[in-house]
């Protein structure tokens, strides 16, 4: 299925190309794929050389996708996992201390840097005292993203985590996998809130009944139509951006 934005991270690269086969971006977000890194590893650190591998396949999409709309990722540490909880704060220093090491490679990489900010699993005021605590460092960035976000099944923290973080920033922010009811009850009602992307419908696919292509494909077309409702409630506000 072909999308306007769309989400690559490097381990569906290959996937990746044989969509542009038949698809034509017109946005790009470059992820990490920290499910893939933290949640299916259950580690807690990024493999050996994935900073520079990483610097090369933002390089690499940017080329191949040939669009303005084009972002990235920087490197964060997630801690909203089954199992990671105990990692806060501990993620939340070292996805600082990988925003700073970041700092020297923006100019040099193409597109639009995003740094995240992280912060605890369903506390909806965590996420807003790392941003007040180092708005100097995320001044830095046109865009900033919600880490601890994409885990959750509380979709009424979540809403309460959005506005409460709208209410601070002064940066359009992403935000990672939100649950759509999260999304419609802040819906009209942001002032930042630039975009989301659905991997919170992957994860809910992974344990559902998407047991092949047609399924997953029939999943998609339902959470998109879901989507399309809700985007309708933002009224004379900007229809935020999604990346499926």
Same mark, same amino acid.
Not at 100 to 104: A, S, V
Not at 106 to 117: C, H, Y
Not at 154 to 162: E, N, Q, S
């Given at each position: 299925m072909c999308?306007?934005?769309? @989400?690559?991270?490097?381990?569906?690269?290959y996937d990746w190309e044989q969509w542009l086969k038949k698809c034509r971006p017109e946005g790009v977000l470059v992820d990490t794929g920290v499910h893939k890194v933290f949640k299916e590893s259950g580690g807690f650190e990024y493999p050996s050389g994935f900073e520079y591998g990483y610097a090369r396949f933002i390089s690499r999409v940017h080329a191949q996708a040939r669009v303005e709309e084009f972002y990235y990722v920087i490197p964060d540490y997630?801690? $909203?996992?089954?199992?990671? #909880?105990?990692?806060?704060? =501990?993620?939340? #220093?070292?996805t600082l201390e990988s925003i700073? /090491?970041? =700092?020297?490679r923006?100019?040099? =990489?193409?597109?639009?840097? @995003?740094? @995240?900010?992280q912060g605890k699993k369903d506390d909806p005021l965590s996420p807003v005292r790392v941003y007040s605590e180092n708005r100097e460092l995320y001044d830095e960035f046109e865009l900033v993203a919600l880490g601890p976000t994409c885990a959750s099944n509380?979709?009424?923290? =979540?809403?309460?985590?959005?506005l409460a973080f709208d209410s601070v920033t002064a940066k359009p922010f992403h935000v990672f996998g939100p649950s759509l009811r999260?999304?419609?009850?802040?819906?009209?009602?942001?002032?930042?809130?630039?975009?989301? $992307? !659905?991997s919170a419908m992957y994860?809910?696919? #992974?344990?559902?009944?998407? !047991?092949?292509?047609e399924e /997953?494909? #029939?999943a998609i077309r339902a959470y998109i139509s879901r989507y399309e409702e809700i985007a309708r409630r933002w009224g004379s506000q900007p229809s935020i951006l999604s990346f499926f």
């Open positions: 999308y306007p934005h769309v @989400v690559v991270n490097p381990y569906v690269y997630p801690s $909203d996992y089954p199992g990671m #909880e105990q990692f806060y704060p =501990l993620n939340v #220093e070292k700073k /090491r970041w =700092l020297t923006v100019d040099s =990489l193409p597109g639009t840097a @995003v740094a @995240v900010v509380r979709w009424g923290v =979540l809403a309460k985590m959005i999260a999304v419609a009850r802040v819906a009209g009602r942001t002032r930042r809130f630039f975009s989301f $992307d !659905s994860r809910w696919c #992974e344990n559902s009944w998407c !047991s092949d292509i /997953r494909a #029939e």
